[in-house]
């Protein structure tokens, strides 16, 4: 099994990485901060980056079948933790408003800094994606 990258032609173009690596039917997803289609950090805080950060991991998981109830893990690399606890029940209605009532194992890590310094978040997960789903990621 030669594992593909997946990169959607809607995120920002990679440049020495991929948003998601497919081994099988099981699809590592690159660590996405909040960066929009034009390589800038969205402004607003925390809520607004999670949004972004998130929507760019599904954007991933989409482009080769598969679906939030997919993910088998997800880890969160924070640059606030209390920030981030503080807005937990608005991060927690994104997170159901673009996932549904889905909650894989999760990790939420403290870290100094992104490698975006405006970036507050960044995301990673693995997903298992049913055979009957899995798409083959556009070249």
């Known amino acids: 099994m030669t594992p593909v990258p997946v990169n959607p032609r809607t995120l920002?173009?990679?440049?020495?990485?991929?948003?998601?690596?497919?081994?099988?039917?099981?699809?590592?997803?690159?660590g996405q901060t909040a960066l929009d289609a034009n390589m800038k950090i969205v402004p607003g805080g925390i809520v607004e980056q999670f949004r972004q950060a998130f929507g760019n991991l599904l954007t991933t998981l989409r482009e080769v079948g598969?679906?939030?109830?997919?993910?088998?893990?997800?880890?969160?690399y924070l640059?606030?933790?209390?920030?981030?606890?503080?807005h937990?029940?608005?991060?927690?209605?994104?997170?159901r408003e673009l996932a549904g009532p889905v909650y894989p194992a999760m990790a939420?890590?403290?870290?100094?800094?992104?490698?975006?310094?405006?970036?507050?978040?960044?995301?990673?997960?693995?997903?298992?994606?049913?055979?009957?789903?899995?798409?083959?990621?556009?070249?």
Not at 15 to 22: A, D, E, P, R, V
Not at 66 to 76: M, N, Q, W
Not at 79 to 86: G, V
Not at 122 to 133: M, S, T
């Open 66 to 76: 598969g679906r939030p109830e997919d993910l088998v893990s997800v880890t969160l």
């Open 79 to 86: 640059t606030d933790i209390p920030d981030y606890q503080a």
């Open 88 to 95: 937990g029940k608005e991060i927690g209605k994104v997170w």
């Open 108 to 139: 939420g890590i403290g870290c100094t800094a992104l490698w975006q310094p405006e970036a507050m978040i960044e995301i990673l997960g693995v997903a298992v994606i049913p055979e009957e789903r899995l798409m083959a990621p556009r070249p």
């Open 12 to 30: 920002p173009a990679p440049s020495g990485y991929s948003h998601g690596t497919l081994a099988g039917n099981t699809l590592h997803l690159g």
